[in-house]
T-cell receptor, first 115, second 114 residues
């Protein structure tokens, strides 16, 4: 089991609330990622980071923001949640090894429901 | 357009039986192909990673094959167990960027019945 953690695991929140999804890893990985996954659909990359103070947007447009102040921590924030944000959010990190053949480890995910 | 297509979309088998899942991709330039297992409500867990030069790799009862010429891969599960019930996701990485972009299939939902 990979040492990557996400909290909360489940969150039901009302429209307009600000939320932060936490992700931490203890493997010392530089690269970290946030994916969004709807039921029966593929994972979509929404944010990634090469290291501290580095954040980039992924392929899927997202109203969320991320920060990377510490290597082990990569939180995702939604300033004003909407029902369209209802989804599963998966955090991942990858090894610092070879350029392309690297293992990517996923956290257990946060199931977000916005009512 | 870089894509990963998996078939079948879902599969039901009896415990102890074998099964094979398929993956076709159009990702280019190709770097490597992975198979992940995702239990319901959990994050994906890696089963195998294969590079261009590898055409088969095993992990216990899981055996993955890769034909880089036809851009096809398969995952064979032997002597299935109830715990094999999960979504199996084919993921292809390109080598066109420093990030090593991952392209995900939608997965095959496998259900193993007793």
């Amino acid at each position: 089991e990979a040492d990557i953690y996400q909290t909360p695991r489940y969150l039901v929140i009302g429209t307009g609330k600000k939320i932060t999804l936490e992700c931490s890893q203890t493997m010392g990985h530089d690269k970290m990622y946030w994916y969004q996954q709807d039921p029966g659909m593929e994972l979509h990359l929404i944010h990634y980071s090469y290291g501290v103070n580095s954040t980039e947007k992924g392929d899927l447009s997202s109203e969320s923001t991320v920060s990377r102040i510490r290597t082990e921590h990569f939180p995702l924030t939604l300033e004003s949640a909407r029902p369209s944000h209802t989804s599963q959010y998966l955090c991942a990190s990858s090894e610092n090894g070879g350029r392309h053949v690297y293992e990517q480890y996923f956290g257990p995910g946060t199931r977000l429901t916005v009512t | 357009k870089n894509q990963v297509e998996q078939s079948p979309q879902s599969l039901i088998i009896l415990e102890g039986k074998n099964c094979t899942l398929q993956c076709n991709y159009t990702v280019s330039p190709f770097s490597n192909l992975r198979w992940y297992k995702q239990d319901t409500g959990r994050g994906p867990v890696s089963l195998t990673i294969m590079t261009f030069s590898e055409n088969t790799k095993s992990n216990g009862r899981y055996t993955a094959t890769l034909d880089a010429d036809t851009k096809q891969s398969s995952l064979h599960i032997t002597a299935s167990q109830l715990s094999d019930s999960a979504s199996y996701i084919c993921v292809v990485s390109d080598r066109g960027s420093t990030l090593g972009r991952l392209y995900f299939g939608r997965g095959t939902q496998l259900t193993v019945w007793p």
